[in-house]
C-alpha cells in the first residue's frame, strides 16, 4: 500500500550504556492507524546509538512504502536538536549514524524531527522492551 505521508515514531534503549540494546518502531498514517509496528534487538550499544538506530530502520520502511512526507516524533531530545542542526553531533560514532539519516532524509520532499514527552511514545517503548527482553531471555 502507498502512502503520499506518514507518521514515525521511534524510539531505542539500551540496558547499561552501552548494552545490549534494541529499537522499537510504530509507523501510522495520517488517520492514526498502525500501518506498521515492529522492534528488534541491535546488539551492543549506547542509547542514543540506539535512538539513531530506530530512526534509520523507521525511516527506511516509510521509504519503501513511497511516503513523500514523514513526520518523526522522537522522544530524544538530543537526537532531535542534532536533526534540526540546533547541537552538533560531537560523538564520533553518531556522526555516522547522523548522517546516514540526513541521507535517508533527503529522499523524501519533507521530514519533520519532533521531540515529544516518553508518555506519547508508548507504542514505540513497547517494541523496545519487548525485543530487550527476547534478547536477555536468549530467544
Known amino acids: ?8 515514531y521511534t524510539d531505542g534503549g539500551a540496558r547499561g550504556n552501552p548494552g545490549p540494546a534494541a529499537i522499537g518502531v510504530v509507523i501510522k498514517s495520517l488517520q492514526g492507524k498502525v ?17 539513531y538506530q530506530a530512526l534509520i530502520a523507521g525511516l527506511e520502511e516509510v521509504k519503501k512504502m513511497g511516503a513523500k512526507t514523514a513526520r518523526c516524533f522522537l522522544d530524544s531530545e538530543l537526537l532531535v536538536k542534532q536533526m534540526r542542526r540546533e547541537y552538533r553531533v560531537k560523538d ?14 533527503a529522499a523524501f520532499k519533507n521530514v519533520t524531527f519532533n521531540h515529544i514527552a516518553r ?3 508508548k507504542e514505540a517503548d ?7 527482553e527476547l534478547r536477555i531471555r536468549g530467544y
Do not use: C, H, Y
Open 35 to 51: 500501518v506498521m509496528a515492529f522492534g528488534r534487538s541491535i546488539g551492543v550499544a549506547t542509547n542514543n546509538q540506539a535512538e
Open 92 to 105: 564520533k560514532d553518531l556522526q555516522s549514524l547522523f548522517i546516514k539519516v540526513w541521507n535517508l532524509a
Open 119 to 121: 508518555e506519547q511514545n
Open 126 to 132: 513497547a517494541e523496545v522492551n519487548k525485543a530487550l
Open 1 to 8: 500500500m502507498k502512502f503520499e505521508e506518514l507518521i514515525l
